[in-house]
């Protein structure tokens, strides 16, 4: 009977010791980052869109929105005179569920790459039937469907982030403005029933 006593009591010295041991280990310390759930990043230039209905025409575009970040934009990161995607990251596109007229010509239904060339006196704005594409990679002027030219404000004002608008000027008309930095432009069209 001794034997078992003192099977018992050693058996009981190691489960006591062993429970001793499983109490004073510590826990992981989660403030030194054990878990951690970091805060999102800020997307630069978030992913957005404007639409408007002009009478029975729905003209939508969608566009990433750089901010200027105090840099200098125009003739400084997007050079002068050399094709940009009017956003960033992929190419700025528009759609429209009717034929529009711009400039005195048509821009048939459809959706369409929107592309600009950014100068000092004027910008030439561009659809080109290639909408789906990263950047200008793949621009190819070949692919234009329709080209003209605006003059571009310049404002005191600072716009810190790409932004398009469509406005309905009435039933028939519309005007489309892209703002980013101190420049801005504009442009008007009628739907061509």
């Not at 000092?120 to 290639?130: A, L």
């Amino acid at each position: 009977m001794s034997r078992y006593i003192y099977l018992g009591i050693v058996l009981f010295v190691l489960l006591s010791t062993n429970c001793k041991e499983q109490k004073t280990k510590s826990l992981p310390d989660q403030s030194k980052g054990a878990i951690t759930t970091e805060p999102p990043k800020k997307v630069l230039s978030p992913l957005t869109s404007t639409m408007a209905m002009i009478g029975d025409a729905h003209i939508h575009m969608d566009y990433s929105s750089p901010g200027v970040r105090d840099r200098i934009i125009f003739g400084g990161l997007l050079a002068y005179d050399q094709v940009w995607q009017a956003g960033a990251h992929m190419a700025t596109w528009i759609e429209t569920n009717k034929d529009l007229l711009i400039d005195n010509k048509i821009l048939p239904a459809g959706k369409y790459g929107f592309f600009t060339i950014p100068s000092k006196e004027e910008w030439t704005i561009i659809f080109n039937s290639n909408w789906n594409q990263h950047g200008k990679d793949e621009y190819d002027e070949k692919e234009d469907v329709l080209r003209f030219k605006v003059k571009p404000l310049i404002s005191d004002e600072l716009t810190e982030h790409l932004e398009y608008q469509i406005n309905k000027v009435n039933d028939k008309e519309g005007a489309i403005s892209l703002s980013w930095e101190r420049v801005s432009i504009e442009f008007n069209f009628k739907v061509n029933n």
